[in-house]
């Protein structure tokens, strides 16, 4: 058990590879929506700070993009980037993998894990997806034999499966010392792009399959009035074709996505929310610098 009487306080680095469950095990541990997941790999592109204030223990949870093993592009380069400075500087490493799967991308993170100093703690996550839970009792050996001084913890991140235990284990090992946010401070992110990333979530989720995933978001007009809170984003695309997949026919593929986002807005605003979207095409983003820097991916 953490001792209540002692205040705690530090980062908490989540890292894998792409889709293996870090952004939904993000939003359970906070209780609240705040990074954003599809079934498509590598969603999210940004580190965010997820802060959890409990009592006298206070930990800061860093989303990591997922580690993935192409870099050919300036996009996936800046992802890796964040991904592995998230390493740096934290005081414990929570390390998802998909129960029985093992990638080279989970090699590649592993490689990365066995270089840091703090404490590693192996989440075996997507454990509802298993048949028959006697099949994964060799594979944690086998983790086990990888990672001799992680601790496992099999989670389900979906069915909040044993986050109690993950988040106990996490609270134990962090530093004592003041906390560093106030208490009710959930993300380090501004509203704007946490609404930015709700749209690009619902593009990714309704037309995960057919676009490639250079698709961005800039909020144009972020605007409280009265009780309404208007709302300006803009999506930009690699090409003209991409532009016609998002509206749709007549419309109704870029309605659909605005009334979802919306809707989530509406509960992390905590206000009535009036979404207008635009798509616009604006070649080659994904891979020239400088357009990345002037989206927001500021650390290039
Ligand atoms: N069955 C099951 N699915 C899960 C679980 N956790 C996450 N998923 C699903 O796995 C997919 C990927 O989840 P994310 O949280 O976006 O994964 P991520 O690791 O943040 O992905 P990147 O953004 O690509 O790095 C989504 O469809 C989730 O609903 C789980 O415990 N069980």
Request: with cysteine; glycine share 6%; aromatic share 4%.
């Amino acid at each position: 058990m953490t001792d209540s009487s002692v205040s705690r306080c530090g980062y908490v680095a989540i890292v894998g590879r792409p889709n293996v469950g870090k952004s939904t095990l993000l939003n359970h541990i906070l209780g609240q929506k705040l990074a954003i997941t599809s079934r498509k790999p590598q969603t999210t592109r940004h580190n965010m700070l997820g802060i959890k204030t409990e009592d006298n223990v206070q930990a800061i949870y860093v989303d990591t993009p997922g580690l993935h093993k192409h870099d050919d592009k300036a996009l996936n380069r800046y992802m890796n980037r964040s991904a592995s400075s998230a390493l740096k500087d934290v005081d414990v490493v929570v390390f998802v993998v998909d129960r029985m799967r093992w990638t080279e991308e989970d090699q590649m993170v592993l490689d990365r894990v066995l270089h840091v100093r703090c404490p590693v703690l192996l989440a075996v996550n997507k454990t509802d997806r298993l048949d028959d839970k006697g099949e994964l009792i060799p594979h944690l050996a086998w983790l086990q034999e990888q990672l001799p001084n992680a601790e496992i913890v099999p989670i389900s991140a979906l069915q909040q499966h044993n986050l109690d235990t993950l988040e106990q284990l996490v609270n134990e090992r962090l530093p004592e010392g003041e906390h560093m946010f106030p208490e009710d401070q959930i993300t380090d992110r501004s509203s704007r792009f946490l609404a930015a990333e709700l749209v690009r979530e619902k593009v990714m989720r309704q037309l995960g399959a057919e676009l490639p995933y250079q698709v961005t978001v800039e909020i144009e007009e972020f605007k409280q009035e009265g009780r309404l809170l208007h709302i300006h984003a803009l999506i930009l695309v690699e090409r003209e074709g991409q532009k016609k997949i998002i509206i749709g026919d007549k419309g109704e593929r870029i309605k659909s996505i605005g009334t979802a986002a919306r809707k989530d807005m509406e509960a992390l605003f905590d206000s009535k929310v009036m979404l207008n979207l635009w798509v616009k095409v604006k070649g080659g983003w994904s891979d020239d610098e400088r357009a990345l820097r002037s989206l927001g991916y500021t650390d290039i």
